[in-house]
């Protein structure tokens, strides 16, 4: 169950989330991978978030920023088209050869660019535009990275940041953590903390961005490109 909601709200939202998942072999195959590795993954409901964010922004041109083995593209690959693209990063090679398999097996191979190495680096050597930006690399990094890519954001587009209310990492964090560290109380020696509160307060003062908090999953900011 999340952290961020009641029992109830979580049944519902996996019930919804569900029916996608269940409906795409491929797809529930990625979870059952997941699962078997203990490999962590946004998960359906934040996955169907990020489908709603790719539909919202009629986003035809996706960067993600940490990809593992391609879960989260997975979700948005329906939405860009035939003539669209994702961008997936990663710095493992394995992970990507399997993000590779999946989307090939689910038809979505040519709508994808796989890109091994460092996102940030590989993102500044992009032209863009992107419609919609996923971070899910170090926390710690989160700011970096949104500013490597804010300029290729078109006014409409969105950058979406997960893992930002709740992680079970060591020492991991939860929102009461991040309250009190976004109040002015110390993130002592957790980066991850620190890395999430610092972007908190920088997109939030970003010109040209209005952002907001989701509370889905272990939580995701979403920040879009108002001019």
Request: hydrophobic share 40%.
């Given at each position: ?9 979580d049944?519902?939202l ?13 797809l ?20 169907q978030v ?5 539909r919202l922004?009629?986003?035809?041109s ?7 083995f391609?879960?989260?593209a997975?979700w948005v690959?329906?939405v860009?088209?035939p ?7 990663e710095?493992?090679?394995?992970e ?5 398999e999946y ?23 992009s032209?863009?535009p ?15 990275g949104?500013?490597?890519v804010r300029g ?16 079970s990492g060591?020492?991991g964090?939860d ?22 509160a610092d ?6 003062a970003?010109d040209?961005?209005e952002?907001?908090?989701l ?8 920040s879009?490109?108002?001019?």
């Amino acid at each position: 169950m999340s952290l961020l909601h009641t029992d109830a709200v979580d049944d519902l939202l996996s019930t919804l989330a569900s029916v996608e998942s269940e409906d795409d072999p491929v797809l529930a195959d990625m979870e059952a991978h997941a699962d078997r590795e203990e490999f962590p993954t946004v998960g359906r409901e934040v996955g169907q978030v990020l489908r709603l964010c790719a539909r919202l922004t009629g986003a035809t041109s996706v960067f993600e920023f940490g990809s593992g083995f391609g879960y989260s593209a997975y979700w948005v690959a329906p939405v860009v088209g035939p003539d669209g693209e994702i961008v997936l990063t990663e710095v493992d090679a394995d992970e990507l050869d399997q993000a590779r398999e999946y989307f090939e097996r689910g038809g979505y191979a040519s709508r994808a660019r796989f890109e091994q190495g460092d996102a940030v680096s590989l993102v500044e050597a992009s032209d863009g535009p992107f419609d919609l930006v996923l971070l899910d690399h170090e926390n710690h990094r989160y700011v970096e990275g949104f500013e490597a890519v804010r300029g290729t954001v078109p006014v409409g587009g969105a950058v979406v940041a997960d893992n930002v209310l709740h992680s079970s990492g060591d020492p991991g964090f939860d929102p009461a953590d991040l309250d009190r560290a976004l109040s002015g109380g110390s993130t002592g020696e957790n980066a991850e903390l620190a890395g999430i509160a610092d972007y908190y307060r920088h997109v939030r003062a970003a010109d040209g961005f209005e952002t907001t908090v989701l509370p889905v999953g272990e939580g995701l900011f979403v920040s879009v490109r108002t001019d």
